[in-house]
């Protein structure tokens, strides 16, 4: 999966599950700030992108560190390359 | 003790969204009741009908606020922002520091606790359950999600009675002003059709069987040929203030709670029994300081259950004879459970404000377990002072609620 794919299927996360229009999903878009998201919202958002790239975050601690919407990208990037390099 | 007056109305039923289309399906004596495709998937559900409510205009709530809310929290918020409207309260004049609203159903979101098992327990994994999923399925969420969306910063409570939740709401916020601990109350109650709704009635035998193919003969309240009730949904909300508030700010008033009563049977959880219901009607008429000839119509309750239908019939015919019209609006909407007390309520509102009395939709041969009260079985013109609005639910739990036409006095 390339990098413009994965922040293509996020973007679509947050239309889909948080009815974000288009426009406003900019890579520094802060989330709770910029994009209305709350503490609830969090718990939706790692639910839809754990179904969305069939991965397992929930546990993970940088999850707490994610601010904007490049965050959210270059977590899932990190993720995904480790779960390649692991499976392979 | 405060009087307490009805200003406002709000209603998602079968019909429609809003009283309009309530009252135009009654007028026109329809059935809002239809086969309900994909139930023949159950394995041993017999009935297959329902009368559900459409879910529409679900969008216009903001997502934040919609996301913790099932089917029929957003009938409920839908109900009580028409209700709101209804009483001339703008959403930035409501006074919410003495305002509460009290919405009563049998359970959460049928649909979305459904969700949850589906979800979770193939995998027994947790991980994915999304965050607002219980919010939309706890006892109290069509009360909550009304507060949460209006804001309210009085009494929040919820009335988990099946079948008379509604009352129970409309009784407990009657106490609430009557009392003066709140000042508007918005009460009522809210239901969700689904399978596993009707499937509760069914596997108790309870249910409507025979008509599968001719939904609109069932249900047959009263009727010799009835055989069961059918499920509906939808939600109905009342505005309650008291009289010196409603009078000062010149309010609609669609009348006066004038009693309420509610009682357990003490006998059976499932079977209701008419020695009670003449207790919780008497007691209301009492409290109502009234005789029982002075009722001009009885809502009843009659789901159009064997045996349900016969008690009431009989605990009616104990108290009035045959002098008091008697109609069941069951035979249209079919029982909107928890909904059921306030929708029926409205609709018996409005038909006092118009004299006349809609008929028990379906009643074509009056039982003969179900004779000696006066079956309405035709639209009847009538000047309409005092109402009863009967509720009996599973659990065996009576409520009788009487409101008086406010004429200035």
Redesign the interface.
């Known amino acids: 999966m390339t990098e413009q794919e994965i922040i293509e299927k996020v973007n679509m996360v947050f239309e889909e599950s948080?009815?974000k229009d288009r426009a406003l999903l900019k890579p520094d878009a802060h989330i709770f700030t910029d994009l209305?998201l709350?503490s609830?919202?969090?718990?939706?958002l790692v639910?839809a992108l754990?179904?969305s790239f069939g991965i397992?975050i929930?546990e993970e601690e940088k999850i707490r560190d994610i601010r904007t919407l490049q965050d959210i990208y270059q977590f899932i990037i990190e993720v995904k390359n480790k779960k390649e390099v692991s499976g392979s | 003790m405060k009087r307490v007056v009805i200003t406002g109305v709000g209603v998602v039923s079968p019909f429609g969204y809003g009283t309009k289309s309530l009252m135009e399906g009654l007028e026109e004596n329809r059935s809002a009741v239809r086969y309900m495709e994909g139930w023949d998937v159950y394995k041993g559900m017999r009935s297959h009908v329902g009368a559900p409510s459409e879910m529409k205009d679900e969008k216009k709530i903001p997502r934040e606020k919609r996301r913790s809310m099932g089917i029929l929290s957003i009938y409920a918020v839908q109900a009580a922002e028409q209700a709101l409207a209804d009483a001339g309260i703008a959403f930035a004049d409501i006074p919410r520091l003495r305002t509460g609203c009290v919405v009563g159903s049998t359970m959460g979101s049928a649909k979305s606790i459904t969700e949850v098992f589906e979800t979770m327990l193939p995998d027994r994994d947790l991980g994915k359950l999304g965050s607002s999923l219980f919010f939309q399925c706890m006892s109290h969420t069509a009360a909550a999600n009304v507060a949460q969306y209006l804001e309210l910063n009085g009494y929040i409570m919820s009335t988990s009675a099946a079948c008379a939740s509604a009352l129970h709401a409309l009784g407990t916020g009657y106490d609430l002003i009557r009392t003066g601990r709140q000042d508007i109350m918005l009460c009522g109650g809210a239901e969700e059709l689904h399978p596993t709704v009707t499937g509760s009635f069914d596997v108790l035998f309870a249910t409507s069987s025979a008509y599968n193919q001719t939904p609109d003969r069932t249900p047959r309240p009263f009727d010799r040929d009835r055989d069961g009730l059918v499920c509906g949904d939808g939600s109905g909300i009342l505005v309650l203030e008291g009289l010196d508030r409603a009078l000062a700010r010149n309010a609609r008033i669609y009348a006066e709670i004038v009693g309420y009563s509610t009682s357990g049977n003490g006998a059976h959880l499932s079977q209701s029994n008419k020695a009670s219901m003449v207790r919780c009607m008497s007691d209301a008429l009492q409290e109502a300081r009234s005789l029982p000839e002075d009722v001009d119509y009885i809502n009843a309750h009659a789901t159009a259950t064997l045996q349900g239908d016969k008690e009431e019939a009989e605990a009616i015919r104990e108290l009035f004879g045959d002098s008091v019209p008697v109609s069941s609006l069951k035979g249209h909407i079919g029982h909107t459970l928890g909904a059921s007390g306030a929708i029926e309520l409205i609709a018996s509102l409005l038909m006092m404000e118009k004299s006349v009395i809609y008929p028990t939709r379906n009643l074509e041969n009056v039982d003969p377990d179900c004779r000696g009260i006066m079956h309405v079985m035709e639209s009847m013109p009538k000047d309409i002072l005092l109402i009863l609005k009967n509720g009996f639910a599973f659990g065996g739990i009576n409520a009788t609620l009487a409101c008086r036409r406010y004429d200035g006095l």
């Not at chain 1, 609830?40 to 939706?44: E, P, R, S």
């Open positions: 948080f009815e209305g709350d609830l919202d969090i718990v939706d639910v754990q179904k397992q929930r």
